[in-house]
């Protein structure tokens, strides 16, 4: 089975800032991988597919890259309304599996 | 619009079983894969099984391998998940998903509550 880490757990950054969040795979899944966005109480939101496509509707300041093992979302420049916990995910292979979360908080 | 609204979700004790249902409008419901993944309380996303668009290919994680069957009814558009010999560890909400080519899920239920407690 594939293992998902991401770092950090939690991150604590302002708006404005640029931040950067990494997620390794224990081996090689390409680019099948994806990122969501959760905010307390709601569903998981789709943002980033196939490493680096954005999802139709998502703000260009969301952006991802990586092959293989290791994957970077990146926010470029943080908006109110990107306080939440975002997950990766990887879909190369069953059993699918996401990494543990980060959380974003407001510095 | 694509919706996709769970039901089903309730206590239940240790040792019982239950359904969970997720009823699917705005797209071609038979032309694409749907997935469970759940999320207990405070914790991370866990995938728990997918089914492809013809219901012939099922995947399960090995957490309830054994004890949950997912199923679908393609002339009802609704997705199924059958779950016994319920633990306390699946305390959960849990949400369908609709799959999108490889395997990313780009539309969400609101999620059902199952509570597992004695």
């Known amino acids: 089975d594939i293992q998902m880490t991401q770092t950090p757990s939690t991150l604590s950054a302002s708006v404005g800032d640029r931040v950067t969040i990494a997620c390794r795979a224990s081996?090689?899944?390409?680019?099948?991988l994806a990122w969501y966005q959760q905010k307390p109480g709601k569903a998981p939101k789709l943002l980033i597919y196939q490493a680096s496509s954005l999802e139709s509707g998502v703000p260009s300041r969301f952006s991802g890259s990586g092959f293989a093992t290791e994957f970077t979302l990146t926010i470029s420049s943080l908006q109110p309304d990107d306080f939440a916990t975002y997950y990766c995910?990887?879909?190369?292979?069953?059993?699918?599996?996401f990494g543990q979360g980060t959380k974003l908080e407001i510095k | 619009e694509v919706q996709l609204a769970e039901s089903g979700g309730g206590l239940v004790q240790p040792g019982g079983s239950l359904r969970v249902s997720c009823t699917a409008s705005?797209?071609?419901?038979?032309?694409?894969?749907m997935a469970w993944v759940r999320q207990a309380p405070g914790k991370g996303l866990e995938w728990v099984s997918s089914?492809?668009?013809?219901?012939?290919?099922?995947f399960y994680a090995d957490s309830v391998k054994g004890r949950c069957t997912v199923s679908r009814d393609n002339s009802k558009n609704t997705l199924y998940l059958e779950m016994s010999n319920l633990r306390v560890e699946d305390t959960a909400v849990y949400y369908c998903?609709?799959?999108?080519?490889?395997?990313?899920?780009?539309?969400w239920g609101q999620g059902t509550l199952v509570t597992v407690s004695s």
């Open positions: 081996r090689s899944i390409s680019s099948w």
């Open positions: 995910h990887q879909y190369n292979s069953y059993p699918y599996s």
């Open positions: 705005g797209f071609r419901f038979s032309g694409d894969a």
């Open positions: 089914i492809s668009g013809g219901g012939i290919s099922t």
């Open positions: 998903a609709k799959g999108v080519a490889r395997g990313q899920f780009d539309h």
